[in-house]
C-alpha cells in the first residue's frame, strides 16, 4: 500500500446522527479542565514557526494534539512502499529508494530541471525538481544518491499515463535536514532529530498535506516526547480496566505508537489508544443513563375514552405489528416516573407519524401537551397540516365543528407573522395546545408551555443534542424524549451516537406500499435520458407527480447546496442546479406543457410554503428541489423521481431521498442519474441501492463504503476530531467491551470522583475544538 492520503480526504458534509454535547456548566461534574503540559501550547515544545505550521495545517494546538496525532502508517527497516498502490489525487508519503538522477538546464528560464526516478524494487515514480540556483542543485545532488532510501511526499499525478509525484517533499536517510525552507521549520530541523529511524527500526508516517510534512511532524513528536514524564500524562483508564484487558499505561502507549521500539510493538498501544477512544465517550454516554435514569418525570397513564381512544377508532387503516409493538413500549415508557429516553428507528413510509401522534394523544389525554420538533420548516408545515387532517374533529377543540373529546395543534416557525404566532404561543402557554409542531423557533425563549409532558424529535440526526435539552428545558419536571429517524442505524453507531438512548424498530411498511424500482442511467448516453423524461411524461399524464433533484441551487458559492457528498475524490466538475434544471426541463420535449415548480432551501419560506401546497395540492406536476425534499415530505401522488449527478449523494441520503416516491397505491420510481463510467466506484454504490430497499443493509454498507467520517458528522476525519482510532464498522467489539467496562465503572462512581483523569478526558472530548463534530445543527 501506499504512504496514503495524509490529512484525509475532506469530509462531505453529510450530516449524520448527533453525539452528545454538552449540557450545561453542571455537566463538567467538577471534572478538571485539562491542565499541565498536556494543555500546554506546543511552541514551548517545539519553537514557535514549527508551532504556527502545525496549528496552521493540521489544527494541532497543544501537546496532547500532538501526541494524539498518530502514525497513519509504519515503515519497517528495509521495507519500502508499494509504488503500483498509489492512486491519482492522493497526497503520500513513501518510502523509497533514489534509482537514477539526471539533471538538466531548463530551456526558458534560469535554474535546473532535476529528474530522479525513485523505486520499490519494482515499480518506479518519476519526480521532478526544480532547485533554484546551483547551490541548491548541488545540495540536491549530494542527497539523490543511487540506492539511498528516503521519504517522499507530494501529491499523485499522471503524467501522459505515468504516475509521477508533483513538486514533492523529500527527506532522505541519514539527512540531518530534510528540505531547509520548504515548510518553514529550519530551527526544529537544525536540531537535527533522529530520523534514522529509517535503517534502524520502524518509521512512522503520519498524516501530513502539503504543507506539512511527516517528517516534520515526526520531529516535533520526538521533540516532545524526549521530554515527557509519567506526571505529564494523566491515565483516563481505571486500574480495574489496563490490569482487565492487559493494556500499557498512557504514556507507554504513545510511546511505542510513535516511537515503536520494534516492529509489532505498536499495534499493542494503537489497541488500548483505540480502547481508550471508546472508553472515554461510553463514560460520558453511561453517565448520561445514569443521571436520565435518576431523573423524575410526570407520568402520563392512559385514560379510558380520551383522544387516543377516539383517534384509533377513526383511524382509517389498521396499525400493522411494528406500530402496534412500539405503540406499547412507548405507552408504558410513558406510564414511569423516568423519563422516556427512546429512539425510533423507522424504513421511510413505515408510519412513524403515527407512532408519534399516538404517543402525544396519550400524554394530552393524561393532562399534558406534546412537542414535536421538526428539523426544517417545511416539514414542521406539513407536520401539522397532516396532524390536523389526521385528528380531523379532534384537533378542533373550542370551534362549533369541534369533537367533545379535542384539542389543537398549534405551529410556531421562525417566519411565520406577528399575528399567527401570538396565537400559537398563547394556545401553548394557556395549555389550549395540545400539541405544539415547530422548528427550532419552538426552543426560543418567548416559548412557553403550560405542561410539556412528550417532546418528539422528528429525524434527530438534523437536530441538535443541545436544541433538544434547550427543549426539554422549558417543562417544569423532565419531559418523555421520542426521536425518531428514517436513516436507519447501524448497531455500533447507535452504541456511539445514541448510546444514551433506548431504541425501538419499527419493521415493516403498512400493507399496500408500492415497490419502488429504481434504475441507474448514464447521464452520456442520450437515449436513455430521453427514455427517462418520456417515463417522467406518462407518469404526468397518467395523473401522477414527479421529483427531479438536484445536489446544488445554481446560484451559489462552491460546496454550498448540500449535495458534495459521497465523491470519490476532488474534482472539478460543475454539478447539476436547480437552475439548470429548469432550463433543460423547458427544453425537453416530451415534457413540453409540464407544470414546474423550484424548490430549495434559500427560497423564502412563504414561497416555499406556497410551492409546497401547490405540488401536495397537485398543481405542479414536476417538483425541480434540492435536498430539501429528502426528509419526511409525504405526497403520496408523487410516483416519480430523478436524482442529477446521483453519484455526489452518500447510499443513505439516495434512499431517504427516493422514500418520497411509492407513497401511495402506485408503484414508485427512481432514476439515479450519473455521468460517471460504469466502473467508477460511486457508480457500483448506485448500483447497490438501485438493487435493494433495505434501508438496514444499505446503511451498513454506507458505513463501509464512506467511513466514520460521514457517518459521525463532518469533522470527524480531522486532526481535531475525537474519535482518531475507532473505527464503528471495524470496531464494534471495542466499542462493546468498551460499554460494558465504562457501565460498571460508573455504577461506581456516576460522577467520576475517583476518576479525574477519567472525568478530564471526557471534558476534553467535550470542549467544543473538538466536539463539533459531536453536534449537528
Ligand atoms: P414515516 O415513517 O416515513 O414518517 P409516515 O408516518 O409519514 O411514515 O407514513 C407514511 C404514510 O403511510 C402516511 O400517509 C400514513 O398516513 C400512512 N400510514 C401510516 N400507518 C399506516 C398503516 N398502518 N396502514 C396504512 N397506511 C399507513
Ligand atoms: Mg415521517
Redesign the pocket.
Known sequence: MAGGPAAGRPAPGRPGPALPTPRGPEDAGGAPVATGRMAEPLARSVGAPTAEALGGHLGLETVGDLLRHYPRDYRRRGQLTDLSGLEVGEHVTVLARVASVRHRPMKQRHGFVVDVVVTDGATKVPLTFFPRHKGALAHLQREMVVGRPGLFSGKVGAYRGVLQLVHPEHHMSGSRDGDPGADGTDDLAAEGAAMDDFLTGVLPIYPATQGMQSWTVAKAVHLVLDTLREEDVPEPLPDMVLARHGFPGLLDALRAAHRPGHPGQEEQALERLRYEEAFVLQAELARRRLRTGTQTAVPRRPVDGGLLAAFDQQ??????DG?REVGQEIAADLARTAPMHRLLQ???????????LRAMLAVVDAGGQAALLAPTEVLAVQHHR?LTA?LGDLAGAGTLGGADVATRVALLTGSQGARARREALLQAASGEAGIVVGTHALLQDAVQLADLGLVVV?EQHRFGVEQRDALRAKASAVPHLLV?T?TPIPRTVAMTSFGDLETSV?RGL????SPIASHAVNAGNAAWVARMWQRVREEVEAGRQAYVVCPTIGDEAPGDGGGDRGADGPDDRVLVSTVAVEALLAEEPSLAGVRRAVLHGRMPPEAKDAVMRAFAAGEVDVLVATTVVEV?V?V?NATCMVVMDADRFGISQLHQLR?RVG??RHPGTCFLLTPLPGDAPAVTRLMSVAATTDGFALAELDLETRGEGDVLGARQSGARSSLRLLRVVRDGHVIADAREDAAEVLAVDPELRRHPALAGAVTELLRPQHGQFLERG
Do not use: H, I, Y
Open positions: 383511524l382509517p387503516f389498521a396499525l400493522t406500530q423507522g424504513e421511510v413510509g413505515s408510519g412513524k407519524t403515527v407512532v408519534a397532516s389526521m422528528d425518531m428514517a419499527l403498512p400493507a399496500g406500499r419526511g409525504d403520496p422514500g407513497r401511495g
